[in-house]
T-cell receptor, first 114, second 115 residues
């Protein structure tokens, strides 16, 4: 059974804190993604990675960074959390190759920044 | 840049009836894929159906089918015999044919099933 896991379902942090969101997949997928989901805005791509140590900016990378030291793990980092980063964060992975392959999602982390 | 538009923020349908969710997209690519994802209250994103742009035949998966109009750049989802478990947010999404790109999503349609 394929699986994408995220380190926390709910997280509360204070403004200015450094925040790490972890994502692990067990499907040996090459490509991994971080999305942000806000009501009325859908899902927006923050960053993605197509290989270890490789990263590409998505549509809204400002205020975020990522790390991929191992194939199965992709971390999203908020260097200095701000209240406008309060949101739902979804991680996803997909095998490389055809664009029609299914992208598998984690259960999401609801982050609140106070 | 590609865009995906879902013009219905919310839809309501009686149980056992049929409902159609609309989606339009804009792209200059010729090779791409379109998807419908479902997100129930559990928040887990579930793939409902996918369509390859170069295939003329509309995709179907049990009670779910699409009406893919490539020239009009339209990709609607039809749910037949609606069930209470179909209640969820539905997202239309686009992905280019090659490369490692992520999905471009619409803003979503909240589907309510009336018993």
């Amino acid at each position: 059974d394929v699986k994408v896991t995220q380190s926390s379902r709910y997280l509360v942090k204070r403004t200015g804190e450094k925040v790490f969101l972890e994502c692990v997949q067990d499907m040996d997928h090459e490509n991994m993604f971080w999305y942000r989901q806000d009501p009325g805005l859908g899902l927006r791509l923050i960053y993605f990675s197509y290989d270890v140590k490789m990263k590409e900016k998505g549509d809204i990378p400002e205020g975020y960074s990522v790390s991929r030291e191992k194939k199965e793990r992709f971390s999203l980092i908020l260097e200095s959390a701000s209240t406008n980063q309060t949101s739902m964060y979804l991680c996803a992975s997909i095998t490389a190759g055809q664009g029609g392959n299914e992208q598998f999602f984690g259960p999401g982390t609801r982050l609140t920044v106070l | 840049a590609q865009t995906v538009t879902q013009s219905q923020p919310e839809m309501s349908v009686q149980e056992a009836e049929t409902v159609t969710l609309s989606c339009t997209y804009d792209t200059s690519e010729s090779d791409y894929y379109l998807f419908w994802y479902k997100q129930p209250p559990s928040r887990q994103m579930i793939l409902v159906i996918r369509q390859e742009a170069y295939k003329q035949q509309n995709a179907t998966e049990n009670r779910f089918s699409v009406n893919f109009q490539k020239a009009a750049k339209s990709f609607s989802l039809k749910i037949s015999d609606s069930q209470l478990g179909d209640a969820a947010m539905y997202f239309c999404a686009y992905r280019p044919g090659g490369g490692a790109d992520g999905l471009t999503f619409g803003k979503g349609t909240h589907l309510i099933i009336q018993p």
